[in-house]
Nanobody, 121 residues
Framework: QVQLVESGGGLVQAGGSLRLSCAAS????????MGWFRQAPGKEREFAAA????????YYGDSVKGRFTISRDNAKKTVYLQMNSLKPEDTAVYYC??????????????WGQGTQVTVSS
């Protein structure tokens, strides 16, 4: 089992930047892929980004591609989401997630509690 704790959310103006962090504990961090998802009010949860267990492969949803960057530090057991050029439509609760294995695929097996990101226009 993996425990995930997100941090770094907040209020930012459109065009600004934020960096989210997700600290993991439990299973060996370097053995599983990690992802970020988001859910806006009244909408379904949406995939934002993911990274393989060794950081070598990254994946992005169309709505964040070119603006967000996912990375991980296996020594610190932490995954990051750098968010630039933020838009009001990026407003959502952002969730950190752990996949079952070292590649990105399927539904993540563990989820954090979420952190709110609000982008004002």
């Amino acid at each position: 089992q993996v425990q995930l704790v997100e941090s770094g959310g907040g209020l930012v103006q459109a065009g600004g930047s934020l960096r989210l962090s997700c600290a993991a504990s439990g299973r060996t961090f370097s053995s599983y892929a990690m992802g970020w998802f988001r859910q806006a009010p009244g909408k379904e949860r949406e995939f934002a980004a993911a990274v393989s267990s060794n950081g070598g492969n990254t994946y992005y949803g169309d709505s964040v591609k070119g603006r967000f960057t996912i990375s991980r530090d296996n020594a610190k057991k932490t995954v990051y989401l750098q968010m630039n050029s933020l838009k009001p439509e990026d407003t959502a609760v952002y969730y950190c997630a752990a996949y079952s294995g070292w590649t990105v695929g399927g539904i993540p097996s563990s989820w954090g509690q979420g952190t709110q990101v609000t982008v004002s226009s």
